[in-house]
C-alpha cells in the first residue's frame, strides 16, 4: 500500500468514525498537516488541546496571551473540521481586512497546500481564493471581516455550521446577532468559537469569558502540593519565578505537563465553555531558557497593562469613561423626566425632535428599546433632553412600534430619528405602514465606520429599498458627549432619570493598535449597563444639527476626533480590497 493510498483509508476511517460519534477529538490528526516543514504537534501547545474536541457546546472562548499557538491552532482546526465532515462550512471573520487576509494567505493557504493529505481534499476545479476555500467533500471555509457595526459582508451566507470569530477583543457587539444568523439553517452543528487576546474588564472577549465556565490552568507542585491557579485574582504572578514557572507557596519549580484545567463554573460547561491560556504556564515560554528570559525582560520593562494583557492573557484597567455623573449633574435642565409636565410646556419649545434606538434583545444582556424627546427653544442654540423613557423587555414590534409613534405624537415631534439597520429595518417599514410617515419626518440611520468621510451622508432610494442616512458612529457619539460637557445639550436631573442616564456612562473609549504601530479610536458601551438611551440621545441630536445645519458651540473643549490616515484605513476595510 502506497503512502497516498495510506492517508486516504485514514481519512476514510475517522470520517467514518465521526458519523458513528466514537471520535472525542481531531488532535491525533494534526501530524497529517505540516506548517514551515514541521508536522504538527501539540507536545507543547497541550493547553489548546479543547480547541480540537469533536463535541461542543454551542459556545466556546479561548482567551488568550500573545505568542501561545492560538492562530495555528485554529486553522489546523478548521481546515481539520472541513476535511473530515462532508459539507461542514465555516466562517473566519476578524476585524480588520489586513489580518484576514494575512490569515487566509499566510497561515491557512500554506497550511492546506503543503498538508500530506493535500490530494484528498484540494482540486483545482474547485473555487480557492482568499475568502474562500473549497474542499472536494462540500466543506467550504469562508473568510471575512468586520472593522465596524456593519456585517452586511456575511449577509449573503447560509447554512453555516460554525463561525471563528477571531481577535474578538476587537470585534463589534452588536454584529454577533446579525452573523450567528448564517447558522441558523444549520440542523446538526451551529458553533460559536471566540478567540482573542483581551484589552480591558469592559471588552467583549472577557464578558464571553465570564459568561462561560471560566477555565483556569491549574498546576500541582510536587513539593507542598498546592494546586497553584493560573489566575491573576489568585496564584498567577507569584508563579512568575527567576528561571521558570514556580509555586506561588513554596517557589519550586512547577511541571507545565501536570496541569489541567479546572471550571470555576462546571454547570456551564455543556453551554458555553471558556479557557484562558497565559504564557507564564505554557510549555514553550516555561521551559526554554531564553523564552523565560524574554517573559521577565518584558515584565520588567512593559507597562502593567501591555504585561497583564499581551503576556499574562488578562483584561487591565477600566476603558477611559467619556462622562462623569458630576458632568450630568452639571448638564441638567429643569425637566425631572415627567411626561405631563413637559407636555404643559411644550409651547416653549419651536423645534421638537424624538430618538430612538431599537431594542434587539443584545447578545450578552438585554438590550431594549430606547426613546429621548428634545426640544429647542427658538431663543437658543441649546437642545434639551426633556424626556427619556425605556421600554420593557419582551414587548413584540408591534406594540414597540405603537409605543414609539403614541410617545413622539404625544410631545408634538416633527421629526423622529432612528436606527434602520437591524430590528430597525422591520420598525421603519412598521412605522411607515402605520402613518407615522403622515405625523412626522422618519430619518433612518445606519451606523457605520467611515472617519474620514462626512458624518452623515444621504442616500437616495434604489428598488426595494427606502432612502437612508449613513451616520458615523464614534464622531457621532463624540460630538454629542461633548456637546452635553459644553451644556450645549443638557439633560433631565439626574435624580429624576438616573437609570436612563447612566445609559451615557456606560460610553467609553478604546483604543486598538494598528499593525503599522498607529492607534484606531473607538467608542464602545463599557461594563454591563446598557447604552440605548445614549444612541437614542444621539440621534436626536445628530438629525436636528444636520437638517439645521448647525453644530454646537463646544468653546474650549476639543471635539476633533482621532481620524485615521489613508494608510491606516487599507489596514482596516480598503475601499478596493486586493484578495490576492
Known amino acids: 500500500m502506497t503512502n497516498e493510498e495510506e492517508l486516504s483509508r485514514i481519512l476514510k476511517f475517522y470520517a467514518q468514525a465521526i458519523q458513528e460519534g466514537k471520535v472525542n477529538s481531531f488532535a491525533p490528526l494534526l501530524n497529517l498537516l505540516k506548517f514551515e516543514n514541521k508536522p504538527l504537534t501539540l507536545k507543547k501547545h497541550f493547553q489548546l488541546e479543547p480547541i480540537f474536541r469533536m463535541k461542543m457546546p454551542a459556545r466556546m472562548c479561548f482567551m488568550t496571551s500573545r505568542q501561545v499557538g492560538k492562530s495555528l491552532s485554529l486553522a489546523s482546526q478548521t481546515l481539520l473540521n472541513s476535511c473530515l465532515i462532508p459539507y461542514f462550512h465555516t466562517l473566519v471573520i476578524q476585524p480588520l481586512f489586513s489580518q484576514i487576509r494575512n490569515f487566509s494567505n ?41 472593522s465596524d457595526k456593519d456585517a ?15 481577535e474578538t477583543q476587537d470585534i463589534f457587539e452588536e454584529i454577533i446577532p446579525i452573523v450567528t444568523e448564517v447558522m441558523s439553517a444549520s440542523e446538526n452543528y451551529g458553533i460559536s468559537q471566540f478567540t482573542g487576546t483581551p484589552l480591558t474588564t469592559d471588552n467583549l472577549l472577557n464578558q464571553l469569558f465570564e459568561r462561560g465556565s471560566m ?18 485574582a489568585q496564584d498567577l504572578l507569584k508563579m512568575i519565578g527567576k528561571t521558570t514557572c514556580v509555586c506561588a507557596k513554596c517557589g519550586k519549580p512547577l511541571d507545565p505537563r501536570k496541569g489541567y484545567f479546572e471550571h470555576a463554573i462546571p ?43 499581551e503576556v499574562l492573557g488578562t483584561p487591565c484597567d477600566e476603558n477611559v469613561k467619556l462622562l462623569t455623573v458630576g458632568e450630568l449633574i452639571a448638564a441638567a435642565n429643569s425637566s425631572n423626566n415627567d411626561k405631563n409636565e413637559i407636555r404643559r410646556r411644550l409651547s416653549e419649545y419651536s423645534t421638537i425632535v424624538c430618538g430612538v434606538d431599537w431594542g434587539g434583545g443584545g447578545q450578552l444582556q438585554e438590550s431594549t ?46 421629526v423622529l430619528a432612528h436606527d434602520g439597520t437591524g430590528a430597525g429595518a422591520l420598525r421603519e417599514n412598521m412605522l411607515m ?71 451615557l456612562l456606560a460610553l467609553a473609549e478604546e483604543v486598538k493598535e494598528l499593525p503599522n504601530s498607529s492607534e484606531l479610536h473607538r467608542i ?44 491606516d484605513l487599507k489596514l482596516i476595510a480598503p475601499d478596493h480590497p486586493s484578495y490576492d
Open 106 to 146: 499566510q497561515l491557512f493557504r500554506p497550511l492546506m497546500m503543503n498538508s500530506y493529505i493535500l490530494n484528498e481534499i484540494y482540486s483545482t476545479e474547485l473555487e480557492n481564493n482568499m475568502l474562500l476555500r473549497s474542499f472536494k467533500n462540500g466543506s467550504r471555509i469562508h473568510f471575512s471581516y468586520s
Open 152 to 166: 452586511s459582508r456575511t449577509r449573503g451566507l447560509s447554512g453555516l455550521s460554525k463561525v471563528c470569530y477571531d
Open 215 to 232: 477555565a483556569e490552568i491549574v498546576i500541582p507542585c510536587d513539593g507542598c502540593h498546592k494546586h497553584n491557579v493560573a489566575s491573576v
Open 267 to 309: 454547570e456551564r460547561m455543556s453551554t458555553f465553555l471558556s479557557y484562558h491560556i497565559c504564557a507564564v504556564t505554557h510549555p514553550l515560554h516555561c521551559t526554554k531558557e531564553k523564552k523565560w528570559a524574554e517573559l521577565i525582560y518584558k515584565y520588567e520593562t512593559y507597562s502593567k497593562t501591555a504585561f497583564l494583557n
Open 369 to 414: 428599546t430606547a426613546i429621548a424627546i428634545l426640544g429647542k427653544r427658538a431663543t437658543s442654540k441649546t437642545l434639551e433632553v426633556l424626556y427619556l423613557e425605556r421600554l420593557k423587555f419582551g414587548i413584540s414590534p408591534m406594540e414597540e412600534v405603537e409605543m414609539v409613534i403614541r410617545t413622539a405624537s404625544f410631545f408634538g415631534a416633527k
Open 433 to 503: 405602514n402605520m402613518g407615522a410617515g403622515a405625523l412626522m419626518t422618519i430619518v433612518p440611520f445606519t451606523y457605520v465606520f467611515a472617519p474620514r468621510q462626512e458624518m452623515i451622508k444621504y442616500h437616495p432610494a434604489q428598488a426595494g429599498i427606502r432612502p437612508y442616512y449613513t451616520l458615523d458612529k464614534s464622531r457621532s457619539l463624540y460630538m454629542t458627549i461633548c456637546a452635553i460637557k459644553a451644556r450645549q445639550v443638557t439633560v433631565p436631573k439626574y435624580e429624576c432619570a438616573k437609570d436612563c442616564l447612566d445609559d
Open 524 to 567: 464602545v458601551r463599557g461594563g454591563s449597563h446598557p447604552d440605548d438611551i445614549a444612541h437614542a440621545i444621539s440621534f436626536a441630536c445628530n438629525v436636528y444639527w444636520h437638517i439645521s445645519q448647525s453644530l454646537p458651540d463646544l468653546g474650549s473643549i476639543n471635539s476633533s476626533w482621532h481620524t485615521p490616515s489613508e494608510e
